[in-house]
């Protein structure tokens, strides 16, 4: 099974290419697209930027987010995609043993392993809807050194509100909060640890442009931390980690006010269309949504579906692979009406 969903060459070796290109609801990324001036200002840096090596800092971009967010620039570090900034965050901090919530998205594991965390999981469970007991995950914090939190949380969609993340980082442990797909929730900021870092010098926070502006092809993230914590994050760092296009794509981030508020437009309506028809389909289960993707579990393994779908051009994402899972589940992103419906009545015929 795929370790992440969105691997398109992977689906042409295994089925061919689709005559209407692929229909991929298995990686969750803004179904409007990347936005037109992103297209320009990435025209821009083609037409006179690649014979010169990017800004190693990205000091304007660095610059643009600090003020985005209130902080700071020496609160932010850029880096190649929210996976560099995980992978850099388990780094700095000493080992030890870190708590995590599952299922999740498996970089956090596979990256805590890599630099010699141990990990004890602490397991949601389906009929809280996954949701985290949130007073257990307190208590369990006693004895780890730190907590690794998705949110929302892929694959299961769930958020953890402000006012509880920060009675978990009061416990004054290491904290890593992947914020990747917070622009893709209907409260946004409201719920971001951001603004706070400077207050918990023990806090990291992993923000991505990947999923709110449809970009993973050009791997664009950053960590919202205490100076000290991303000074050492730096020195790991390989240098040029953001190029050219990636900067200039992130620095008009504050003009897309009508990307946004469309985003927003669809998340207030779609992501709740999609969970209730989903729901109305014999066999399947799916849980509720918070952001721009649904977790589902079948009533017995889902590799067919995911099989039938694909021999249609239509991806998803089977699941058994997050810990905590097994074969019966699986994850769809949610899309633009036309295309959800699409995925639904696939479903329904493979079903
Ligand atoms: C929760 C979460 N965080 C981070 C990432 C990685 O983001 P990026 O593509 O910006 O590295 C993903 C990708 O699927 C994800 O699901």
Same mark, same amino acid.
């Given at each position: 099974?795929?370790p ?5 060459r ?50 304007n ?28 965050? =388990? ?8 708590? =995590? ?20 999981f ?26 690794? &939190? ?35 929730? =209907? ?15 023990n ?16 791997? =664009? ?21 953001v ?14 006010t009508k ?13 709740d269309?999609?969970?209730?028809? &989903? ?25 067919h ?9 239509i ?37």
């Amino acid at each position: 099974m795929e370790p992440h969903g969105g691997n398109l060459r992977r689906a042409k070796e295994r089925y061919g290419l689709p005559a209407g290109g692929w229909l991929d609801f298995s990686a969750n990324i803004n179904p409007l697209g990347p936005p037109a001036v992103l297209k320009q200002a990435l025209q821009q840096v083609v037409e006179t930027k690649l014979q010169h090596y990017p800004d190693p800092e990205s000091k304007n971009l660095q610059q643009v987010l600090a003020h985005h967010h209130g902080l700071k620039p020496e609160n932010v570090l850029c880096g190649n995609g929210a996976s560099q900034l995980l992978w850099l965050a =388990l780094a700095v901090w000493p080992k030890g043993r870190l708590l =995590l919530p599952v299922p999740s998205f498996s970089e956090y594991e596979r990256n805590a392993r890599l630099w010699g965390h141990e990990l004890e999981f602490f397991p949601a469970r389906e009929s809280e809807q996954f949701n985290f007991d949130l007073e257990e995950l307190y208590r369990r914090l006693a004895h780890c050194s730190g907590l690794i &939190l998705g949110n929302p949380n892929n694959p299961t969609s769930t958020l953890v509100p402000k006012s509880d993340l920060i009675h978990l980082a009061s416990r004054g442990k290491y904290m890593l909060v992947d914020e990747a797909f917070l622009d893709l929730t =209907l409260d946004q900021e409201a719920n971001s640890l951001a603004p706070l870092v400077n207050d918990f010098p023990n806090l990291i926070v992993v923000r991505a442009f990947t999923k709110s502006l449809a970009i993973p092809g050009l791997r =664009l993230g950053y960590a919202l931390a205490h100076e000290t914590t991303l000074e050492a994050m730096k020195e790991l760092q390989v240098p040029w980690s953001v190029n050219s296009g990636a900067q200039a794509v992130g620095e008009v981030f504050p003009l897309l006010t009508k990307y946004r508020e469309n985003t927003r437009a669809w998340l207030a309506s779609e992501p709740d269309y999609l969970w209730q028809q &989903l729901n109305l389909l014999p066999g399947i289960k799916a849980n509720p949504p918070i952001t721009n993707f649904i977790l589902c579990r079948y009533k017995k393994s889902a590799a067919h579906l995911a099989h039938a779908l694909a021999k249609k051009g239509i991806l998803i994402r089977l699941a058994g692979n997050f810990r905590g899972l097994d074969d019966r589940y699986f994850r769809v992103a949610v899309r633009l009406r036309e295309e959800n419906k699409r995925l639904l009545a696939a479903l329904k015929k493979a079903l």
